[in-house]
């Protein structure tokens, strides 16, 4: 859920002139995306107090924070910020750096504690170390667990993960999730990795050279043309899904979803847990008839909803049963033997291992 009355930042420099309303969560994660140079940390920001534009206005769960007429500085917003740089202190080991977040705690209220922290960022280990003898990755994680002990009641994240590998980043987006999904703690996270928004983001803003080109879900901006995301490589559909069996001598998961759709994937996770699954468009495959002995375990039979052309001589196909929806992402020779029109029945095809999946 958003917030009914929305931010409005506002910024002329030069020929770029930002102009951005910005509804903040008050709940879950809204992503904030486009090219380099749209505005996205210039909003970030903004909502943070770091600079002050006139003509703007924040508020942040129902308190204002600036108008033509009030400011309230980067200390007495009740949030918190994580950019790329870790900015710990060096002269500090790990527990001290942690202590002084936790002494300086923009609210009264401890939403999560100490113990808490420490577990959730698996920071025992690390405690007694300087912040010299961490990894990229292990950084990170003190830079955000030091955020949430200043109990914030909203998390801004620059780009904090743009310095680490692949790997790191895999390792932490957990982390992100388990704050958001356990503790409440609303988020505004900017990027230009994709990848990272879908394994976040529930609300997406999309800039575009200052404006806001698609405020909303994120399955709708990938069909959105004035948001690059159909063409994009990484388009996807992210979907909530439960696990409802368990093929434990393969190594595999059943996932339902609320509205029916079953996946089998690869984990071992109990009865009930809940799962984002992300399915790339580009490893959904379309026929019009069921395989038969296929390798692929997941086989969906979904309506067309929409054909979508893209650059490149490719199209989108949007595939739906009820209110959720997935991607494929086929070529203009395959959409010509196909034949592939809104209401027509084809069967999808996803191997397990291309169903991406996050607790």
Same mark, same amino acid.
């Given at each position: 859920m958003t917030e009914s009355q929305p931010s409005h930042i506002r910024m002329q420099r030069g020929a770029f002139n930002l102009d951005v309303k910005c509804p903040l969560p008050s709940t879950g994660v809204m992503g904030i995306w486009g090219p380099s140079g749209s505005g996205k940390t210039t909003v970030l920001r903004a909502l943070a107090g770091l600079d002050r534009h006139p003509g703007s206005r924040v508020q942040i769960h129902q308190q204002l924070m600036q108008d033509d007429r009030l400011f309230v500085p980067p200390h007495r917003r009740e949030l918190a910020c994580v950019f790329q740089d870790q900015q710990l202190f060096p002269h500090l080991n790990i527990r001290q750096n942690l202590q002084y977040a936790q002494q300086r705690r923009v609210s009264r209220t401890v939403a999560i504690s100490w113990q808490q922290v420490v577990a959730v960022f698996d920071?025992?280990?690390? $405690?007694?170390?300087?912040?010299?003898? $961490?990894?990229?990755?292990?950084?990170?994680?003190?830079?955000?667990?030091?955020?949430?002990?200043?109990?914030?009641?909203?998390?801004?994240?620059?780009?904090?993960?743009?310095?680490?590998?692949?790997?790191?980043?895999?390792?932490?987006?957990?982390? %992100?999730?388990?704050?958001?999904?356990?503790?409440? =703690?609303?988020?505004?996270?900017?990027?230009?990795?994709?990848?990272?928004?879908?394994? $976040?983001?529930?609300?997406?803003?999309?800039?575009?050279?200052?404006?806001?080109v698609f405020q909303g879900p994120i399955n709708p901006a990938m069909l959105v043309a004035a948001t690059g995301l159909p063409d994009h490589p990484q388009a996807?559909?992210?979907?909530?899904?439960? !696990?409802?069996?368990?093929?434990?001598?393969?190594?595999?998961?059943? %996932?339902?979803?609320?509205?029916? =759709?079953?996946?089998?994937?690869?984990?071992?996770?109990?009865?009930?847990?809940?799962?984002?699954?992300?399915?790339?468009?580009?490893? !959904?495959?379309?026929?019009?008839?069921?395989? !038969?002995?296929?390798?692929?375990?997941?086989?969906?039979?979904?309506?067309?909803?929409?054909?979508?052309?893209?650059?490149?001589?490719?199209?989108? !196909?949007?595939?739906?049963?009820?209110?959720?929806?997935?991607?494929?992402?086929?070529?203009?020779?395959?959409?010509?033997?196909?034949? %592939?029109?809104?209401?027509?029945?084809?069967?999808?095809?996803?191997?397990a291992q291309a169903v991406r999946s996050l607790q």
């Amino acid at each position: 859920m958003t917030e009914s009355q929305p931010s409005h930042i506002r910024m002329q420099r030069g020929a770029f002139n930002l102009d951005v309303k910005c509804p903040l969560p008050s709940t879950g994660v809204m992503g904030i995306w486009g090219p380099s140079g749209s505005g996205k940390t210039t909003v970030l920001r903004a909502l943070a107090g770091l600079d002050r534009h006139p003509g703007s206005r924040v508020q942040i769960h129902q308190q204002l924070m600036q108008d033509d007429r009030l400011f309230v500085p980067p200390h007495r917003r009740e949030l918190a910020c994580v950019f790329q740089d870790q900015q710990l202190f060096p002269h500090l080991n790990i527990r001290q750096n942690l202590q002084y977040a936790q002494q300086r705690r923009v609210s009264r209220t401890v939403a999560i504690s100490w113990q808490q922290v420490v577990a959730v960022f698996d920071l025992q280990p690390l $405690l007694a170390r300087q912040p010299r003898q $961490l990894s990229g990755g292990e950084q990170q994680r003190v830079a955000l667990a030091r955020a949430v002990l200043r109990q914030p009641r909203l998390l801004l994240l620059d780009e904090p993960m743009a310095s680490l590998d692949h790997d790191n980043k895999q390792k932490l987006l957990p982390y %992100l999730r388990q704050l958001n999904t356990e503790f409440g =703690l609303p988020m505004v996270y900017v990027s230009h990795q994709l990848e990272e928004l879908l394994a $976040l983001a529930d609300e997406l803003l999309v800039l575009h050279q200052g404006q806001v080109v698609f405020q909303g879900p994120i399955n709708p901006a990938m069909l959105v043309a004035a948001t690059g995301l159909p063409d994009h490589p990484q388009a996807a559909a992210v979907l909530q899904g439960s !696990v409802t069996g368990t093929d434990d001598e393969h190594g595999l998961l059943q %996932l339902t979803t609320p509205g029916g =759709l079953v996946f089998w994937v690869k984990g071992q996770q109990a009865l009930g847990t809940q799962h984002r699954l992300i399915i790339a468009a580009n490893d !959904v495959v379309l026929s019009l008839q069921g395989p !038969v002995q296929s390798s692929v375990l997941n086989v969906l039979c979904l309506t067309v909803t929409a054909v979508l052309p893209t650059t490149g001589h490719d199209c989108l !196909v949007r595939l739906g049963t009820g209110s959720e929806q997935i991607l494929s992402r086929i070529s203009e020779r395959s959409q010509h033997a196909l034949g %592939l029109t809104p209401g027509q029945s084809v069967y999808a095809q996803i191997k397990a291992q291309a169903v991406r999946s996050l607790q």
